[in-house]
């Protein structure tokens, strides 16, 4: 479920994001790079997302890289 997406520029001046999303466990923050910016084009704030992604923790928190997306 997305909560919250954030649209920022790199230093390279190309699109990338961060969204705030949550399930009925927990919240997590996902990072979506330049490369697969473009999956994003149809998502918006509320939608339900299946995503594929490299888990990583930072600081007693996990985020996840995003790989790939499929809007349910």
Do not use: C
Request: charged letters at 40%.
């Amino acid at each position: 479920y997305v909560n919250r997406i954030n649209i920022t520029k790199t230093k390279k001046q190309e699109d990338m994001a961060f969204i705030n999303g949550s399930d009925e466990y927990e919240e997590v923050d996902i990072t979506v790079f330049p490369k697969e910016f473009n999956l994003l084009k149809d998502v918006d704030k509320r939608d339900i997302l299946y995503i594929t992604g490299k888990v990583e923790k930072r600081i007693n928190k996990y985020q996840i890289i995003l790989f790939d997306l499929k809007k349910l």
